[in-house]
């Protein structure tokens, strides 16, 4: 996976000049920079980047660029990489399973910020971290909704359990918090106030007033045409929610975006390998690298077919189904998509908006997968 040096001026440069016969994402570091400062202002509280959508260096080294100072980590490669690029960053351990050797990473690093969902890791937690200085969040889960799929089905303590977690964090002396989140590419934001009127009943019941609420990631990127994303309005409600629910007792906000950050700084181009008898596109790209999301979430319908010499395709629509490169039946991506009738073999198809569980997803299997990375001033044209 190659970093091309050269910066172009927009996608379509790159592929006349290039015409790649891998995969290519281009990265555009304004609107990383744009998008990362729309919620520094925007959200009322820290904002943490949570490194696993896009542990690409250059993403992390640009997003402290402009000014993100907190990072949500969930391994000691990620504890280390942030340590190195930005050495005095807050990290936020927010995996709530850890191994015992993970912890003493961890607390080698200097890692004051952790998140617990059960008894078990929370006695882990108390005979490996000093409590002095250190926060604990508990996490806690409520029914998803309006979100691509549900986080909860693997982290989170019923509220009940959450309560007596969080009176036990108080009782070892760690500083108690509250975290949670709403679910992946969460379109609705009155998941938030529910979450937060949660958190604050949680507080109440078990007499402790928490430092920190940490509202979680789910902020949705633009994936669909039709449906534009409401961060503006999200921060709204998260905020005036908070005050409603907590009043003075209100909490200090961290959110921690890892999709709402970072998909929109990045386009992909995959190259047709076949037009088969008119009905089949065959990708260089599927799910077994760049693509790996789709299936799981739905489509990205923001794209746009261009041929080798840069000409924007502007056939009418037709719906196709579209496989990536393996020999495995499985690289499909869902549905189908409405592609220019006039498309032809050797074509780019670019997808906007695709920077986030892409480039950190990407295999190499069936010996596909070579994902270069070009930076780009602009990403239309």
């Given amino acids: 996976m190659g970093l091309s040096k050269t910066i172009w001026t927009t996608p379509s440069e ?6 790649p016969d891998s995969p290519v994402m281009f990265f555009s570091p304004a609107v990383l920079q744009a998008t990362a400062r729309r919620f520094i202002d925007g959200f009322p509280g820290l904002v943490t980047y949570a490194v696993k959508s896009n542990p690409n ?3 992390i080294e640009n997003l402290a660029a402009a000014g993100v100072r907190g990072f949500d980590v969930a391994s000691p490669d990620e504890i280390r990489m942030i340590r190195r690029l930005v050495p005095e960053a807050a990290l936020h351990y927010n995996n709530p399973v850890r191994a015992r050797s993970e912890i003493a990473v961890a607390v080698e690093m200097g890692v004051t910020s952790y998140s617990v969902d059960s008894h078990s890791e929370l006695k882990k937690l108390a005979e490996l971290v000093p409590a002095e200085g250190c926060e604990i969040s ?3 889960k409520l029914p998803v909704q309006g979100a691509a799929y549900n986080f909860g089905a693997k982290f989170g303590a019923t509220v ?3 309560g007596e977690l969080l009176r036990e964090v108080a009782r070892l002396g760690f500083i108690p918090s509250l975290t949670f989140h709403p679910g992946t590419q969460c379109t609705d934001p009155a998941a938030w106030e529910a979450y937060i009127h949660a958190a604050a009943d949680i507080a109440r019941a078990a007499g402790v007033q928490i430092a920190r609420l940490n509202v979680g990631g789910g902020f949705p990127s633009h994936r669909l045409s039709d449906v534009m994303p409401r961060i503006e309005a999200t921060f709204a409600l998260i905020d005036r929610a908070t005050t409603e629910a ?3 007792a209100r909490p200090a906000l961290v959110c921690e975006p890892g999709r709402g950050l970072v998909a929109e700084a990045f386009v992909l181009a995959a190259r047709v390998k076949a037009v088969r008898d008119g009905a089949h596109v065959f990708l260089n790209d599927g799910v077994y690298g760049a693509l790996t999301e789709l299936p799981m979430i739905g489509v990205i319908d923001r794209l746009e077919v261009r041929g080798a010499d840069g000409t924007l395709r502007t056939g009418d629509g037709v719906s196709r189904i579209v496989f990536g490169p393996t020999c495995d039946s499985v690289d499909r991506l869902p549905g189908e998509l409405s592609l220019p009738a006039d498309m032809e073999e050797g074509d780019y198809v670019l997808f906007r908006g695709l920077g ?6 990407n295999t190499r299997f069936n010996g596909f997968g070579d994902l270069g990375i ?4 602009a990403l239309h044209g």
Wanted: hydrophobic letters at 55%; proline letters at 0%; zero cysteines.
């Fill in 14 to 19: 790159f592929l006349v000049k290039n015409e």
């Fill in 57 to 59: 260096e250059i993403v």
């Fill in 138 to 140: 508990v996490r806690f």
């Fill in 160 to 162: 009940e359990l959450a």
């Fill in 246 to 248: 907590f009043g003075d």
């Fill in 356 to 361: 986030a569980y892409s480039v950190a997803t």
């Fill in 374 to 377: 070009a930076t780009v001033l």
